[in-house]
Every structure is written in structure tokens, then in C-alpha cells.
């Protein structure tokens, strides 16, 4: 008896969602890990933002930011979690005649070094994150090399999942001709889990750029909810669907002011 190529593919795929320690966890569980940045799972997520009314003509910018996570056991009860940040970029013009542009913008590494956690601990992880100068057009990136230190703190209570994560970065090298960066960071995490399958939580990330020299032009600070539901399609991987909306009530002039965002992550076998 011979097997067909969709066949094969079908039980290597069943196969591998049976010795997946992932699989054999149940819904909750993983929706704690989903809402733990550094957890022991490996993700693919593709999240989607659409920012209206950024720049001087007020004009929609779109961000579509694929964030893998790739955890990796190094021995002594410590992990590196591996986390990148690939962001495709569609900006508004910023000044008359100019076009739309589209593209690749700074690519961003962190690698977080965590120990195991303990049972009802705090779980934290600290590391390096870069910013790599990838943009393919200068309007979609800083034209600099950055590095600086990352950091990640959550404690689990009950449904509740809350902590942070916080990275600053100055440039090292680049383009002379560019604008120097030193760049904050501050993610809120907050998630509520409603049941086996959804949650709520805050959506959105504080930043301030130090070089501003007028504070009003420092700081964006979201303020937005998620909701999030965990699905297991026969014969696929669970898959995380992520939907929510905020404002900048505080932002640079001509940023934008609300936004939307939707994302979808895909739980591999490791």
C-alpha cells in the first residue's frame, strides 16, 4: 500500500502535533504562555497595524510586523529567548509631491536570558536588543545601528497575566548625516483571561525619543484593549487571533492618534 504526497504530508503533520509538548497542554496553560513574552514556546506571529491620521496630511501608515520567538535551553536552568521584530512598513508623504513609501523597515533583535521560573515567581528575563539598519528607503528608518539593554518582568495570579518589557537603545554606528538615537521603550502586559480560549488585555507600547528636545515631542503613550482567541484547527497548529484598538493620548505632532491592530500567531513544534 503506497502512500499520496498529501497523505504523507498529513501524517507527518499529525505526527508532529503529537509529540509536540505544546499540544499536550491544555487551553489555558498555553494562553499563559502566549501572554508571557520569554515563555518556552515557539511563535510566529504576523501583526498587522493600520495608524490613522499620521503625518502632516493626515493620512492612514501601515505596519505589518512579523515577531518570531525562538527559545533555546542553554544549560544551569536558563533559556535565551530568541525574539525578532521584522517590520513591513507602508508611510504616508510627509512633504507635497512626495509618493507613499513601501518597504522594509529597521529590523530589531532581543535576546532575553531567563532562568527557570519557580511556581508562583516572578518570571524575568534580561539581554541585548539591537536595531539593525536594514530600511530599504531612508524615510522608513533611522540610518543607524543601536544597541542597548532589554529587560522583561510577569507574575502570574489566577487569570491575571501583568508585567513589562522595556528596552533602551542608543545608535552606534551609521549614517553621520542621520539624527542620533536614544530610544525608550516601555510595553505594558496586561491579560485577563476570560476562559480556556479568550482573553482581554492592553495593547499598545510607550516610547520616547531622548533626543527631542522639547518634551511635548518626547513621549507616545497608547491607551487600548485586545481581545484574543485560541483556536486548534484539525490538523494545524493552535493559532492565537489577536484583534484590538487604541489612542495616543499623548504624541509628537503629526502622529498619529488612534489606531487599529490585528494579529495572528501560529504556535510551531519545537
Partial sequence: MTLSKHSLRGAMAAASLAVSPVWAQDDSDLQKKLANPIADIVTLPFQWTTNFNAGPFEKPQYTLNIQPVYPVKIGGGWSLINRAIVPLLSNPALLPGQDRKDGLGDITYEGF??????????????????????????????????LGPAVVGIKESGPWTVGALATQVWSVAGDDNRPNVSAF???????????????????????ADWEQTRSSQRWTVPLGVSYSLLVRPEGFVPMNFVVGAGYNVIRPDNASDWFVRFQVNFVLPK
Fill in 185 to 207: 521603550t516601555f510595553q505594558p502586559i496586561v491579560s485577563y483571561r476570560l476562559d480556556s480560549k479568550q482573553s482581554l488585555g492592553y495593547v499598545g507600547i510607550v516610547t
Fill in 113 to 146: 536570558f531567563a532562568p527557570t521560573p519557580s511556581a508562583g515567581g516572578w518570571i524575568w528575563g534580561v539581554g541585548p536588543a539591537m536595531v539593525m539598519r536594514t530600511a530599504t528607503d531612508e524615510r522608513l528608518g533611522a540610518g543607524k545601528w543601536s
